[in-house]
């Protein structure tokens, strides 16, 4: 029975982590079209933009995985790291139209040149992708510490979770480049991804609230027969003779 429910409860959070992948490269694709529009399609402008969303991510795995291990619910804290992936990617597009009207009043590529150009590409490639990606940095680790089990040497449950989230990533980069961006334009389809986000959310919270509810039970139960054992053995003593 326990290893039907650990069974069931690695495949839920196995789909939490494909529909995180599956935000995580809707909304690069989509940001990488909406800069493209700003800082145009050369090579470093492109490379700008996956340097900031990679280095993000890294960023987001170095300091808030050590975190996570930390927390009393992993899946709790993964719970708010996609809650705030939601919400800062769901301003996004805000963003993005404040950092075409600093790029232009700069000048633009020509009146900056390729170095300083390349410099204010990445600053303020940061400003839109940089919260974002480094809250997208810290979820791996925080699911993957929610499922270990002492038991499981091979780390066979990382390897589903990390096939989930790959297998998620290509779903959200397939219909995002040949169907979201045209029928509902890439704003719409970063907002999508950010509903999206947000039911992967609830979800955590609501699996990390189960789980504490039967670790609980789990604890009373335990208690209660140690505290058996206890007055049995209390008993027996009283009943031996001297």
């Known amino acids: 029975m326990a290893e039907k429910d650990s069974r ?12 995180s992948g599956f935000c995580a490269l809707v909304y690069q694709v989509a940001w990488l079209r909406l800069l493209r ?9 492109t490379a700008a933009v996956v340097a900031i969303f990679m280095g993000g991510i890294g960023a987001g795995s170095l300091i808030l995985g050590p975190r996570a291990d930390r927390q009393r619910s992993p899946l709790g804290f993964y719970s708010n790291l ?3 992936i939601a919400v800062s990617a769901a301003l996004s597009p805000l963003l993005i139209q404040l ?4 790029y232009i009043a700069a000048g633009g590529s020509q009146g900056l040149g ?13 400003l839109v992708l940089g919260v974002p990606t480094f809250l997208m940095g810290g979820t791996l680790p925080a699911i993957t510490r929610a499922v270990e089990r002492s038991e499981d040497q091979g780390r066979r449950l990382l390897g589903v979770l990390y096939g989930a989230n790959t297998l998620g990533a290509v779903l959200g980069a397939v219909l995002t480049t040949f ?5 509902l334009g890439i704003r719409r389809s970063i907002w999508v991804a950010c509903l999206v ?4 959310a609830l979800w955590a919270r609501t699996l990390a609230r189960s789980q504490a509810q039967t670790a609980q039970r789990s604890s009373l139960a335990q208690g209660k ?18």
């Not at 529009?37 to 402008?45: C, D, E, K, N, V």
């Not at 950092?99 to 600093?102: D, E, I, T, Y």
């Not at 169907?179 to 029928?183: M, R």
């Not at 027969?225 to 001297?242: I, L, M, N, R, W």
């Open 82 to 84: 996609e809650f705030g």
């Open 99 to 102: 950092v075409r009207w600093l």
């Open 225 to 242: 027969s140690e505290a058996g054992t206890t007055q049995a053995a209390v008993s027996v003593d009283t009943a031996s003779p001297p």
């Open 179 to 183: 169907l979201t961006i045209e029928v």
């Open 37 to 45: 529009l700003i800082f145009g399609a050369s090579t470093p402008a």
């Open 8 to 19: 069931l409860s690695v495949a839920r959070i196995s789909l939490l982590v494909f529909g």
């Open 197 to 200: 986000n947000l039911l992967v």
């Open 114 to 126: 390729l170095t300083l150009g390349t410099v204010m590409r990445i600053f303020l490639a940061t």
